[in-house]
Structures are given as C-alpha cells and as structure tokens.
C-alpha cells in the first residue's frame, strides 16, 4: 500500500490523506467508540485503552520524526471545507510545527501514563469503562487543540475539553461534593467561554478566513488601523484562557476538581484542560505582541494568579489541593511566559514551561494517588509520613517535588529560569509587563520553594509514620472484627431467594478495596510513572535540541544563583517552621483561621454562589413574568367567548335587539349619507 | 421518478386517513394491523423521499387557474434535509407509537392522527405554490389537536383541552395573518408560485407591511417570543409521539415558511424588520434558557429549550448573510433531531416515572438504566451546544452571522445580540447540566453505586429510536459539511436574488 514513492524513508514523508496528526487524534477518540460499542468489561475496555493511547502516543512521536526531518504535512485538512459563503473561509485545516507536536507528544504521552495507572487505582470500580473512554475523548480533544490551524476547530477540542472535565470529576457521583464540583467546573469555565465566541468572530471575520495563518496574517498588518478591535478580540480569549486555565477570577473551580480521581486531576492539570490557554495564546502569541493593552492584562492576570496560589498552595490542608494550587501558580508561569516574550519571537518559553511542568506535575499527582490508595486520604494527618515505607515512591515524589520547585539541572529549573531571565531581559529594556512578571516571578520561586518543602517535609516526617502505623493497628482491628463476622456469614448455610439452602457454600467475595491497600501499582503503571520521573530529570535537555528556539546559551548566573541563595534560605526556614510540630507541616505555625480560610480559596466561593443566587432570582422572576404573559394569553379566548356570547344573546335572547341594532344602524348609515352629501 | 412526489406525502396522508374513517367502521382496526399499516406507508414514503432527494423531479402543471394556483411539486437544498428528517422521523415516530401507545382513543385513530401530521409536513415541505403551501401547513392542525386532546396526559383533561385548545386557537391565529400577508404578496405579484413572488419584489414600505404581517403569523408557529406561549403547553401534555412530532415537524414548518415566504421574496422588508425580529429571537434566547432554570417539569424544560434553539435559528435568518443562513439551517435541522431525541427519552422517563416533576428524588438514571442515560446525556450536551453533536456548528455560526449583518442592518446593535446569543449559549449548558445532575447523576449520598436495571430501560423499538437519534446527533456534529454542503447551493442563490 505505501509502496510507490508514497512513503520516503528518508523523511518519514507520507503521501496518504491519513496523516500521523490525523492518527493522533483519530486513535483517541477510538478509544470512547469502541469501549462502549465493543465491550462489556473493564478488562477489555482497558485492552482497548492501553492499546489505542498507546499508538496515539506513537503516531504523535511519528509526528514528531516526521517534523524533525521535514517530511510533515503542514496543514492537513481535517473535516473538510465548510461551505460558508463568500465572506468567510473556514478551511478547518490542523497545522503541525515544532510547537505543536512537541506538546502533542507530551500530551499523548501523560495520557497514556494515565491510562496505565487507571487501570491501577480504578480496578474494582464499575464505571471504569466509562472513565477509560472519558481519559480518550479528553485526550483527543486536547491534541485538536493543539494540532489545529483553525480557531473553529479550537473552539470545538476546548468546549469537548471542558466536557471531559465534568465527566471525569464527576466520575463518584455518589458523592455530592464530586456532584457539585464537576458542575461548578463546567459551569465556571463555560461562563469564561462565553466571549471566546466573540473574540474568535472578531478574529475571523476581519481576516475572512478561521485558519490561524489568515488571520495572523491579516491582523499583523491590521493591528495599526483596527487596534482596537484587535485589543477586544485578544481580552476576549483571555478571558476563557483564564477560565480554563484556573487563574483569577475563575480560579476556585481548580482546587474543588480534586473530588474527581486522581488520574483525572493528573490529566486536567499536567497536559490537557488547564495547559490549553497556553496552547492556544501560545498560537496567537504574534498578535499578543501588537496590543499592549492585552499583554498589560494577561501579565496582570497571570501574576496575580501565580502569586496568590503561590500562597494558598502553603497553606493548604490537604495535599492534592496543595498539589491543585501548585498548578494555577505554574500556569501562571507559562502565561507569563507568553506575555514577555518580544516581538520577534514564538511562544518557545511558555510551550517549554508547559512541556516540564506535564511531566512533574504528571507525576506528582499520580504519586499522590498511589499514596492516598496506601494511606487512604490526601489530608496533612493522612500523609503524614507516608513516604517512609516506600523507598521508590519515595525517589519518585522526590523527583517530582524538586522538578517542580526548580531545582538545577531539573526540568523545572531550566524552562522557569528562561521565563525569568527573559522577564529580566526586558524588564531590564524597559518594558512595563516585564517588570510587573519579573517582580511577580521571584514571589513565586520563593513560594514554590516554600511549598514543595513544605510538602517534602510531611511526606517524610518520621514521627508521622509511627502515628500512621498505630492509626492501621486501629483499624486492622476493625478489619478483624470484619471478617469475624464475614466468617461467620459464611459458615451459615447459604440460602436462596425462597429461604431453601443451596449446596454450594461458595466464600463471600470481598471486594478488591480490602486488599489493595498493601499493593502497589502494577508494572504497566509503574513503568509509567518511572518514565515520567526520567523525563523530569533529564527534560531539560530539550532545549538543547533545535525543536525549541530558545537562548540558552546566555545563562543569567547572578540571577541564578541569587534565586538559588533565596530558595535555600525559604527551605531553611520552612524546615525550621515545621520542627516540633504534630505532622512536620511548616504551616501549621500560621493562625489556624488564616489556614481554614485558605483551604476554602479565602471563599471565593460563595461569591460564585451569590452570583449564581442572582442568576436564579433573575430567572424566578421571568418564569413569573411569562405566567403574566400566558394568563394574558389564556384570557383572549375567554374574551372572545364573552364577546361572541353578548353578541349571542343580543341575537337571540331579544328577537327585536337585532332589529333595533339593524335600525340604529340604518340610521348611522342615512346620517352620514345626509352629512356627507 | 414524479410518481415519487406524490407517493411522500400521499402514502401516509392516505393511510392515516384510511385509518381514521376505517376505525369508525363496523369493526375496528387492530392495534397491530394499525402499526404495521402506518409503518408500511411511512417506510414508502420515506422510500420516496430519498428518491425525490436524489433525483429531484419537478412537477408543475396548472392547478386553481382562477386564483392562479399551480400544482408545482419540487425541491431544492433547502427544502431536501427537511424533507428527509420529516419523512425519517416519522418512521421513528411510528416505530415509538408501537413501544408507547398512550391511552384515550384507539390505536387506529392514534396512528391515524400521527400520519396525517407527517404527510401534512412532508407536503409543506414539497410545494412550490404559496397556496398550497398554506393548505398543507393547515392540514396538521387538526390531527395534532386530536393527538394533544385526546392522547395527552392523562392527569388532568382541563390541562390538556386548555393546551389543545391554545394551541389550535393560536396556531389559527398565525395562519390567518399568514394567509392575509400570501394574498397580498400573490396579488401584488400576479402569481402563487414562491419564485414568481421572489421575482417581483414590491415596494419597501409595502414588503415591511407584509413581512411584518407573515412575521409574527409564522413567528406564532416558530415560535418567536412572546408569541411562545403555546408551545410549552402543547409540549407537556401531548404525549411523547406528538412532543417529537411538533418539535421535529411542526416548529419545522414555520422556520421553512419564513424562509420561503419571508427572506426570500421580501428582502427589502426582511432588512427593516430584522432588528426587532433577532432582538425578539434574543430575547427567546434567554428567556428561555432562564425559565429552564428553574423549571420543574422536565418536558416543559425540553419545550422551553426550543424555544431558545429557535431564537438561534431566528437570530441566524435575520442576519442576511450567508454564514447565517446556513447556520440557521443547520441548527434548524439540529434542532429537530435533538429535540425529537430528547422527547423520546424524557417522555419515556416520565411514562417510567408517572409524572416529570425535577423535585422528586430519584435513583440516578446512569446506574439504573444505561442506555436511556446515554442517550439523555448526549441529548442534553447536544442541546448545550457540545462539539462534536448536531447543537454545536448551528449556534456557533448563527453568532458568527450576527456579528456581521448582512444589507443595511445596524451593526452594532447587531453585535449586541451577538453577545446576548452567546451569554444565552451559557443558559443552555446551566439548565442541561442541572437536568445532569438531577437526573443522571441523582440524590446519592456516598456508597457503591446501585445495580442496573435492565428491566426498566429502553428495549426494542425505544432502544432503536433513541439509538438512531443520538447517531444522528454524532453524525450532524462530526460531518457538519453532509448537511451544509446541502443547503449551500440554494443559499447561495437565494443570497444573489435578496443580495440585490
């Protein structure tokens, strides 16, 4: 089939109308299809899972060959042309570059990690076909968004996207704070959406075409004369940027997606949901540099989300929302990263920053499940400890914590200090977004710094362990009054519906919960997880490599190092806050009010709640209004029946009452006959 | 390939009425003999329709000279993906009547009564003479009255003849109105024949007098706020065949109507009148989706949903361009299937149920009954507006049309509406997922999810009607170019004539 010059080995070039960015798509949604066409248990389904994300991993690293030796098609075409009229192209055509298929590979790649580990820690749940199905859509809507050269098709993989999301959060819905957080979650983000429509209308419309190629170009030459509208177009989808990647004011829905399992919150917030604003402003970054207004906005935007969360982070109770908070101050990192970059340039330093922090937080956040699954909560008491009985784990979260606080040579460490030394840059030339980012970017490593120690310190804390082993003592009792009393159910000769006893005396199964407290994943997430791990040490590395076009070879050393001296100290003084406390938790030296407050997001909350009370008393109102509207309408016919009635009895009631109407008809008629004449 | 003109609308219209009158003979007819008589006709004629779709024959002969009424049977791009969806829903619609016969009347009469409502819009959707037009838009008034007053709910019978009766009353109301504008147009043209009256155009000032006159008549059977108030009505008492009928048939007519009658031979009219009329569809947009806030009953939250899916539809043909028009279409379409896929599985809910109050708890349907839960779930994103379903492309380039109009139309306030459109976008995913978590995820508080249900979820025909509807929902949203490619080359023409 591919013989014939359609295949070139030399550049991996095909000529065949499925390209691999087609692949990478396509498998993913094939895993949804056929695990609810085709099977019926979760063990098939995961076949299919493993299977299918596995090869969408694969056809985006084909992607990836094909692009370092340029034999990439770079815009394929997807669904077809749209047939929209003359005012308006809408090739709907995806676009493969350096960038995109570099996120593309990470992506596929966390969510096959994901995929593994499912399997792991969702293995005696019955839904699991529905969430492995979830992870695939979600995942192919991501690589939509990121391979896609069409604003259509990126509205179409961002608004599955947030779907997914309310899926997989409200994958327990048994439980009515999973309920309730996946709906905020949609609803939250979809709110944020709501000028996205608009800014993309804007966008499109004035270059006549939804292909991003049109419309960067159009309005690079547009910008001086139609600035405005440019500005409106931009602050539109910064907007729904901000609502998808969790930063001010759309921030709180983040930290309450923790109800959703583990491997979800890994997806959402190391390659799909929350990292897509960059995706996507990170395509349009070029137009990000031709309104001041909008960068102002985004860099304002961002770091205030970065530092906040910075601070929530350290103050959290439990360690997933810790972990959630992290990630709304790294976004805010790769947004930040967006915003300084200089005309010239591409959006390398964001999509580097997005690239690390896939892996750690990956990583982090599926180590954080396989602990809870050991310890059975994420609460400070919980983990408390935790790390002391497993060495491996133990290297993994490691990895995982000082990736994610920067610590050279760590993944982390190299695409952050880009962000910083470019934000000095600048800053340094002038430019007042720089200044606000860099200001911003040193309360953030310090911060950073400041809760991953945090987090080290109670994961590790000895005195923790021995509490812990005494809490299991307690409830191994319990698991033995349990069984006593399993025992003695099955010593009962079992009976049927009727109430005859049956021959078989087959042992009550327990359910897998029970014993999977002692495991630990199996090998496929295992693997997994250690590749993340890798990737998290050696990732930096990537910049070395011509993919990404960024200037590492002028290390900033004093600011290296200065940052360096700071984060040191910032440890010293969290290891200092936390000696002598219960659970080696440095904040629990903060007032107790000040960390409850915190833990609720300093209720941002209820002010979502108030506006949503508005909304509803809005809509009570117009519900009574239309009531007004229908009985208005209900009472035309009865009017009419009681017009038609007096006219019937005018008629019939009074023979001669039609007579006198008749007369005094004539009469009108003669007078105006005599006035007129 | 003319016989297959007639055959469409005639094989159910014959059938149905065969039903009717052979139901008050001597004996009457079978509930089986009923069924497989109507699925028979209905199969035909959907046969038919996809020949006449294919081929497209045209039939045009001389009909009532004396008023200049013509026989012209044809169809064009906009008129074939209605044509089929009529004929398609209405074997689903037969195929459902079989898994859920309500009671009230007989089967025959039933059956009867859906037929004649089926072959009515198909004929709406064939003719090519503003007269005939409005005698095959008459024709399903009354089997729709006979099917919302005797087979609704059977609760409450002041209900249901205070809905039936709104609904005739004010549907008549309409097609006055329409009638008045028709024969003005006809009389001023000098012919009945659609394109004839697209070909002579009035004077401005005479074309917004009778836009405006066929507006708020169709408008009635969009329908447009606030001449919405039937609607909700009809929707929660008809029983679940008649619900997908009016969502997917009758709401249908109207938008066709104001394409045919409206857009096309009065553009000069049309741009006058076309702030009022999107700031009315905006209007919709959000009253709508802020009613289903807080609705209680489920079906009037579906109904009340058309009417914001409409607003969009409304809102798309005001904008005179072509992206608008076209999406109007397409979520014209859209709208059809979702609504008629959300009928059936909220009407098969509240057969289940007893009634379809929101307030009283229930087991979550997604661990009682799966495949129903599918099929609620896809209809409930699509009707968001997900991408991916039927919902998305319609709403999404309705707004796209809005924010440039089309002719002289006032921009800005223009992009206003475009902005309210989108907020209105916002509703729509608040009140499905409210419905979500009422219905689908349910009252739970902790523990194991219960066991399915098998006995008590969609089976046979129920299973095959909702499975075919959600396909539909998928397909309109993966290959959106199937229906617009369609559509594009009549919009395009229609474009040059009302471009001028």
């Not at chain 2, 038919?48 to 008023?67: F, G, H, K, M, T």
């Not at chain 2, 009766?165 to 043209?189: D, R």
Request: charged share 15%.
């Amino acid at each position: 089939m591919l013989t014939d010059g359609r295949f070139d080995t030399s550049t991996l070039a095909l000529d065949f109308p499925l390209q691999p960015s087609h692949l990478a798509v396509v498998l993913q949604v094939a895993i949804p299809v056929l695990i609810l066409l085709v099977t019926r248990r979760s063990s098939h389904a995961f076949a299919i899972a493993g299977l299918f994300s596995f090869l969408g991993l694969a056809a985006a690293v084909a992607l990836l060959v094909q692009q370092t030796r340029g034999g990439a098609v770079i815009s394929p075409d997807s669904i077809g042309e749209l047939p929209l009229g003359p005012g308006i192209d809408v090739p709907l055509h995806l676009q493969v570059d350096r960038l995109s298929v570099l996120v593309a590979v990470a992506v596929g790649l966390v969510s096959w990690a994901v995929q593994l580990f499912t399997r792991w820690y969702l293995y005696s749940d019955p839904r699991y076909r529905q969430f492995a199905s979830a992870v695939g859509l979600f995942t192919a809507a991501m690589e939509l968004v990121v391979l896609s050269g069409d604003v259509l098709l990126i509205l179409v993989g961002w608004e599955l996207m947030g779907w997914c999301s309310y899926l997989l959060i409200g994958h327990e819905s048994e439980r009515p704070k999973a309920r309730r957080a996946a709906y905020k979650a949609f609803i939250v983000t979809r709110i944020a959406d709501a000028p996205l429509v608009i800014g993309l209308a804007i966008l499109s419309l004035g270059a006549h075409s939804t292909g991003i190629d049109a419309i960067l170009r159009h309005w690079s030459a547009a910008a001086d004369a139609h600035g405005t509208a440019l500005t409106a177009a931009l602050l539109c989808l910064i907007c729904a940027v901000a609502g998808k990647s969790a930063q001010v004011p759309f921030q709180d829905w983040l930290p309450d997606a923790m109800e959703g399992p583990t491997p979800a919150s890994a997806l959402i917030h190391a390659a799909t949901m929350v990292a897509a604003g960059t995706v996507v402003l990170g395509k349009l970054v070029t137009l990000l540099e031709l309104s001041d207004t909008a960068r102002v906005v985004l860099a304002l935007v961002a770091s205030i989300s970065m530092v906040g969360a910075g601070v929530l982070a350290f103050l959290q109770h439990d360690l997933k929302r810790l972990l959630a908070w992290s990630t709304v101050s790294q976004v805010g990192l790769m947004l930040l990263g967006l915003a300084v970059v200089s005309a010239d340039q591409t959006a390398d330093l964001g999509i580097a920053h997005l690239l690390s922090h896939a892996m750690f937080k990956a990583l982090l956040f599926l180590m954080i499940g396989w602990l809870s699954v050991v310890v059975s909560g994420t609460t400070v008491e919980r983990l408390s400890g935790a790390l002391s009985k497993h060495p491996e784990a133990r290297r993994m979260v490691g990895i995982g914590l000082l990736a994610l606080a920067g610590v050279p040579p760590l993944v982390g460490f190299v695409s952050k200090d880009l962000i910083v030394d470019e934000a000095a840059r600048r800053g340094i030339d002038g430019d007042f977004t720089a200044r606000i980012a860099f200001a911003a970017l040193i309360c953030v490593v310090l911060l950073t710094a400041a809760y991953t120690m945090r987090m080290w310190l109670i994961l590790i804390h000895r005195t923790g362990s021995q509490r812990v082993q005494v809490r299991e003592w307690v409830e191994d009792s319990y698991d033995v009054q349990d069984v006593g009393i399993v025992e003695m159910l099955t010593d009962l000769p079992q009976v049927d519906i009727h109430g005859r006893p049956t021959d078989r005396t087959a042992p009550i199964e327990l359910p897998d919960d029970l014993e999977l407290a002692d495991q630990q994943p199996g090998g496929g997430a295992r693997f997994g997880l250690q590749l993340l791990a890798l990737l998290s040490v050696v990732g930096g590395l990537l910049v070395l490599s011509p993919m990404l076009d960024v200037d590492w070879k002028h290390p900033n050393v004093w600011l290296i190092g200065a940052s360096l001296l700071l984060m040191g100290a910032v440890g010293l003084l969290v290891r200092l806050m936390s000696v002598g406390t219960v659970y080696g938790d440095a904040a629990a030296r903060v007032p107790l009010f000040v960390r409850a407050s915190a833990s609720r997001g300093f209720a941002v909350d209820s002010l979502y709640v108030a506006f949503g009370r508005s909304i509803v008393a809005l809509a009570q109102a117009v519900s009574r209004l239309d009531d007004v509207l229908d009985r208005g309408v209900q009472r035309l016919p009865a009017l009419s029946a009681t017009v038609v009635r007096r006219a019937d009895r005018l008629h019939t009631h009074r023979p001669t009452s039609g007579l006198v109407a008749v007369s005094v008809g004539l009469v009108a008629v003669g007078l105006m006959g005599v006035i007129l004449w | 390939m003319v016989a297959a003109l007639f055959a469409a609308p005639l094989a159910p219209v014959v059938a149905g009425l065969a039903l009717v009158v052979g139901d008050r003979s001597i004996r009457s007819v079978s509930r089986h003999t009923a069924y497989i008589v109507s699925l028979v006709a209905m199969l035909a004629s959907l046969l038919a329709s996809i020949v006449v779709a294919y081929d497209r024959p045209v039939l045009d002969r001389q009909w009532v000279p004396e008023v200049g009424m013509r026989l012209h049977l044809a169809v064009d791009g906009i008129s074939v993906p209605l044509l089929l969806m009529t004929a398609a829903v209405g074997v689903l619609v037969v195929l459902h009547a079989r898994h859920e016969q309500p009671a009230g009347g007989t089967p025959a009469t039933f059956f009867g009564c859906l037929l004649l409502v089926i072959g009515g819009g198909i004929a709406t959707f064939l003719v090519q003479d503003a007269i005939s037009f409005f005698l095959a838009f008459e024709v399903v008034l009354v089997p729709m009255w006979v099917l919302i007053n005797r087979f609704g709910d059977r609760r409450d019978p002041r209900e249901r003849a205070r809905a039936a009766g709104t609904f005739v009353l004010y549907t008549v109301l309409g097609s006055t109105l329409m009638l008045v504008g028709i024969l003005t147009m006809s009389f001023a043209a000098g012919t009945t024949d659609l394109a004839g009256l697209a070909a002579n155009p009035m004077s401005p000032g005479k074309q917004t007098a009778v836009a405006a006159l066929l507006l708020i008549g169709l408008g009635i059977k969009v329908p447009m706020w606030p001449l919405h108030s039937w609607l909700p009505r009809a929707h929660t008492v008809a029983p679940t065949a008649g619900s997908i009928l009016l969502a997917a048939v009758l709401l249908k007519m109207g938008t066709y109507g104001v394409v045919r009658l409206v857009v096309a031979p009065l553009p000069d009219g049309v741009e006058r009148l076309a702030p009022y009329v999107g700031t009315c569809a905006v209007i919709g947009i959000i009253w709508g989706g802020l009613v289903c806030l807080v609705e209680r009953s489920l079906k009037r939250l579906v109904a009340w949903s058309s009417v914001a899916h409409m607003g969009f539809v409304l809102l798309g043909l005001m904008s005179g361009t072509t992206i608008g028009l076209q999406a109007a279409l397409f979520a014209n379409i859209a709208h059809g299937v979702i609504s008629a896929l959300l009928f059936a599985v909220v009407g098969g809910l509240k057969h289940r149920w007893g009634d379809d109050d929101l307030d009283t708890a229930r087991r979550s349907l997604r661990d009682v009954s799966p495949r129903l839960s599918l099929a609620l779930v896809i209809g409930f994103a699509a009707s968001m507006g997900l991408p991916g379903l039927a919902g998305f492309w319609g709403e999404v380039l309705a707004i796209f049309g809005a924010w440039t109009p089309g002719g002289d139309r006032p921009t800005g306030w223009f992009r206003v509406l475009a902005m309210f459109a989108s907020l209105g976008a916002v509703l729509a995913a608040g009140y499905a997922l409210r419905v979500l978590r009422i219905v689908w995820h349910g009252p739970a508080e902790g523990g194991l999810p219960p066991e399915p249900e098998p006995a008590g979820d969609a089976r046979g025909n129920e299973w095959l009607v909702t499975s075919v509807l959600s396909a539909a929902t998928i397909v309109l949203g993966v290959i959106p170019l199937i229906l617009l490619q369609t559509t594009s080359g009549a919009v395009d023409q229609l474009m040059a004539v009302i471009g001028r």
